[in-house]
């Protein structure tokens, strides 16, 4: 209980000699900072704030769908608009969700009455194509002359196709054959008189360079990043090397040194930004 400032200012006029009951009184009566004032130990407050935001106001509040209809998304989402929902989906990454058809605009993906229907149309085509295949399996097993002998046709070509093409050989070199005059010299070749006798040398000639090829190894192929030491097992010093970036197709300049007959080094003015790819073909004099 405080005691009244009337008495404690009593307590201490001048020549007083206040008692240690009258100081604990005197301080007693007085709230200390540490002691928080509760808002129902506000005089007045109650009142004043009904009149600045009524309880019943607060309450009706609460219970308004719209209050905040122009910020906030409702529950059902009633009072989004299109624009709103793509922003939703955009920031929810969903923009690329399958949808159907709706009411108002065009889904994405086929609904299962669409996908049936589309089933039904693939199922009608095949089994049509099935019934052509059946015709057509009829007409391979008749009896029909004309099938007959095409098939005859067919399986004596297939037997005799060796002499066909010796046959077709003879008719184009024909019986006889006329005298040739060369431009070029060609005595290292032998004499030839007529067209088939060179002929013959010319094809020699070629199948000679293809067993030559087939029997040994004339080209070399690998992708490197950068300065490489590369083994190409050509046996030879004498080959010719292209080297082209694989996703420009420019051609790169390069060097390369020769270690030995099978080995090289290859260097690069600066470090390649991609895989180069890179072909060794042997060179043959002569040829």
Do not use: C
Request: no cysteine; aromatic share 8%; glycine share 4%.
């Amino acid at each position: 209980m405080s005691t009244p400032l009337n008495i404690i200012f009593s307590w201490f006029e001048e020549g007083d000699s206040p008692t240690g009951s009258q100081f604990r009184q005197t301080f007693s009566s007085f709230r200390h900072l540490d002691e928080k004032i509760r808002i129902d130990e506000v005089t007045g407050l109650s009142e004043a704030l009904q009149n600045t935001f009524p309880d019943t106001a607060f309450a009706e509040h609460l219970k308004d769908q719209n209050a905040h209809n122009a910020v906030l998304a409702k529950l059902n989402a009633s009072n989004l608009t299109p624009a709103h929902v793509d922003q939703w989906k955009e920031k929810l990454k969903i923009n690329l969700a399958a949808t159907i058809d709706g009411a108002e605009e065009t889904g994405n993906v086929f609904t299962k009455k669409q996908t049936g229907e589309i089933v039904d149309k693939l199922q009608a085509k095949d089994s049509e194509i099935l019934e052509h295949i059946v015709k057509i399996n009829e007409l391979l097993t008749s009896d029909d002359m004309d099938l007959d002998q095409l098939q005859e046709i067919v399986n004596y070509i297939k037997e005799n196709r060796k002499q066909i093409g010796s046959l077709t050989e003879i008719l184009v070199n024909g019986s006889s054959d006329d005298k040739i005059r060369l431009l070029g010299n060609y005595s290292a070749w032998g004499a030839s008189t007529y067209q088939n006798q060179f002929n013959d040398l010319v094809f020699g000639k070629i199948k000679n360079i293809e067993k030559e090829i087939a029997s040994e190894n004339i080209i070399y192929e690998e992708r490197v990043r950068g300065n490489s030491l590369i083994k190409h097992n050509l046996d030879t010093l004498s080959f010719v090397i292209d080297a082209y970036d694989t996703v420009t197709l420019f051609t790169v300049p390069l060097k390369v040194r020769r270690i030995d007959t099978n080995n090289i080094e290859v260097l690069f003015d600066s470090i390649p930004p991609n895989i180069i790819q890179l072909t060794i073909k042997k060179y043959r004099h002569g040829h």
